[in-house]
């Protein structure tokens, strides 16, 4: 209708009945959330393990009905480390509020008007995070980690291989020049060990000789001492048994007596 080029929208009593219907929906809903929590929490379920012993006693058509209110009864029974801010501040109207109109009025007070509402009030979503999507390389090595990856890996070697060519060849170059260095160490470093244990022996077999001659000196010096000492005995004896000849001549009665004629 035009009132004076003025555009007026008449708004049916239809309409106006609707809308308000609309508007108490909301609450309505929240009216009814409300009622769950206070049943569980007059039924002992102020805390996290009774109240998921007195969900866990009601058939899955119950749980599925209320699945927001049961998502919002776990959030105000968080511990208070994990307990979100809204969570925090709806259990204290939960748990003092005297009747399901006090709690829902409480709540139209926080701004809630919806189990929705209410739910991302005191469990707020996270972002979601976007996915990125995966390079051909990042693909192939997750996959690789998989168990039982039997599939052709020519293509995507062909892919790195050209794509990555001249970055490749110098890793492989450097992993060369890496070995090579390694090897020469081991290489010097067996050298040395081997000169070292050749010089050991050598100084052990030049000590080996020593010793030997040292003991060969000192026996042929034993063996010259005793026979001198056999020597000096023998011509000791030589000349004992020759003096006791002469006398035993000399005492002799036959002897004496030519001596004394």
């Given at each position: 209708m035009k009132i004076n080029n003025a555009v007026v929208t008449v708004v049916s009593p239809f309409a106006q009945a609707m809308q308000g219907l609309a508007d108490k929906a909301d609450n309505q809903a929240l009216t009814a959330t409300c009622a769950v929590l206070l049943l569980v929490r007059d039924a002992g379920g102020t805390n996290k393990k009774s109240m998921s012993a007195l969900w866990a006693l009601l058939p899955d058509s119950v749980v599925t009905t209320f699945a927001q209110a049961k998502r919002v009864n776990g959030a105000i029974n968080a511990p208070d480390g994990k307990a979100s801010e809204g969570a925090k501040v709806v259990r204290p109207l939960w748990l003092n509020a005297k009747n399901q109109t006090?709690?829902?009025?409480?709540?139209?007070?926080?701004?809630?008007?919806?189990?929705?509402?209410?739910?991302?009030?005191?469990?707020?979503?996270g972002?979601?995070?976007?996915?990125?999507?995966?390079?051909?390389?990042?693909a192939f090595m997750q996959a690789a980690k998989g168990e039982g990856f039997n599939e052709d890996m020519t293509p995507i070697l062909v892919f790195i291989a050209e794509r990555h060519a001249k970055a490749m060849q110098a890793m492989l170059e450097q992993a060369q020049a890496f070995q090579a260095g390694v090897s020469k160490d081991a290489e010097e470093k067996n050298a040395a060990i081997e000169a070292k244990q050749a010089k050991a022996e050598k100084a052990k077999a030049e000590k080996a000789a020593r010793d030997a001659e040292k003991t060969r000196k000192h026996a042929e010096a034993l063996a010259e001492a005793e026979k001198l000492e056999s020597d000096e005995k023998s011509a000791k004896a030589r000349a004992e048994h020759a003096t006791k000849v002469t006398r035993e001549r000399a005492?002799?009665?036959?002897?004496?007596?030519?001596i004394e004629a």
């Open positions: 006090s709690l829902v009025k409480g709540l139209l007070e926080l701004g809630i008007s919806s189990p929705r509402g209410l739910l991302d009030f005191v469990a707020p979503r972002d979601k995070k976007e996915s990125v999507k995966k390079t051909a390389v990042e005492t002799h009665p036959k002897v004496r007596d030519v």
